[in-house]
């Protein structure tokens, strides 16, 4: 083939790739130069007593060592050759094989647990909830994982070949578990690890460089299709590897249920979300919660409405799409709602996350508890609140609290908060249970959010403010968010 006029070669090159004696495996090359391991150093917190779960050759102690010498570090691997070069940076070394043994095996207490590279530990979900044991109270557990929800991972999966690089060797299982590809996003990770007790947040990340900007418009498009907004394409598929710190918030046993006191009520729009999230969720599971799904309603009344005649339980929960309630939320939930009197059944009304009033300053302040793929909101529950998040809340099936149909999606929970104090004289509440929210928004507030906080102040006209978690509501906050929209 003849090239045409305008084509111009790049220079020649030449790279010899293989052959020649063979090279150190890339277990045993150490991570001290890598960026995301840097990272993750520079996250840690001091503490006397380390456990390091996949050690490697002890680069990080070593190098963690050099800042806090007193340490008292443990690192566990499988790896026997990395152990010995380990042992010269660390207190303990333990040969352990994750998928064969328990990590109890060591019967300690740390009050600093790292696992490092999440991607590479054998039967993750139950060596993390095992690792609960291992950690003294107030203690923290650090994660280094790999997003395989970035670009270049995404490059790869266009090109339709998902190898790791790393070929596999029949009787090197080493070189078997480095070969095997595991998938897996903020979402995946966070849901792993809140069902084994660890409450994550995401405290820095490495970004993914390997890219192009037609790539990342691609990548933009796509998302679009699939109703994703730029927000979170911006963020999440930037993102390549994520330096995580857990803790142990909701370590005090659940009451056991074997069946709910709640149904779950569900406003339905992307049927994916609905199946990885609510109807994945292990705390509806373990008490046989029942889901009703509302296909394409209008507004929220309409959803609850036209559901109620489908409901059999005392309560319900109504929640977005997106919602993911892990282990032990079921149980929690019902134990909050047997302990409410049922002269108070009709009148509560229950959320998970939002501003309540604090009774000795009377000032609004954040409550409730909720976490989100980047951000972590850990707060007192409150007695008296004034808005509620709408992602999920709690009402009787017999309510006097109704939605207001001409709200809209947006702020129709706080419309609930102020009618029911203003017109009820009663305060609802904020409970702190365990829940993620996996949400597609893209972290930015939609051009219909202003009409809602809008049509709030003219039914609210007592109140010239209203505190929300997206910020204070009056006639200022919604000029400027209508600015930020034009």
Known sequence: MNAPASFSAPPPALVVISGGPAHASAALTGQAHEPAFQRLLKSLPQARRVLELGCGQGDLAKA???????????????????????????????????????????????????????????????????LGALLTPGGAMFVLAENHACLSA????????????????????????????????????????????WMPTLVDNEPDARHDDRLAAATRYMGEALGVPHGCADRVHRMKHLVIRTQRTFDTPAAHSDQALFDVVVPTTKEQQLRVNVEQSPGLKEVQARIISYRHAATPAEALNESLQHVQSDWVLLC??????????????????????????????????????????????????????LNWADHAASEAVVSIDELALVVARDSIHKIDPLIGWHLWATDLCLTSICTHRVFPRIVRLPIFHNTQSGWQLPAAFADSAQYLLQKHGAFNTIHTLCGVIDQGFVARQRSAQA
């Open 64 to 130: 963690y060592k050099a800042q806090y010498p007193e340490v008292h570090w443990v690192g566990v691997d499988q790896d026997a050759h990395a152990l010995r070069k380990a042992s010269l940076h660390m207190n303990d070394v333990l040969f352990l094989d994750l998928g064969k043994a328990s990590i109890q095996t060591l019967q300690s207490r740390f009050d600093l647990i790292v696992v490092n590279r999440l991607e590479l530990l054998p039967q993750a979900a139950t060596v993390l909830s095992e």
């Open 154 to 197: 995404i490059s790869r999966l266009i090109e339709a070949d998902v190898s790791t690089g790393v070929a596999a060797t029949p009787g090197d299982a080493d070189s078997v578990e480095r070969g095997h590809p595991r998938w897996q996003s903020p979402s995946t990770i966070y849901k792993m690890l809140m069902d084994a007790g």
């Open 320 to 373: 977005h799409q997106d919602i993911y309630f892990p282990k032990s939320f079921g149980e929690r939930l019902n134990a909050v709602l047997a302990a409410i009197p049922a002269e108070e059944r009709a009148s509560t009304l229950l959320g998970f996350v939002g501003m309540g009033v604090n009774r000795q300053t009377e000032q609004a302040e954040p409550a409730g508890f909720v976490i989100d793929r």
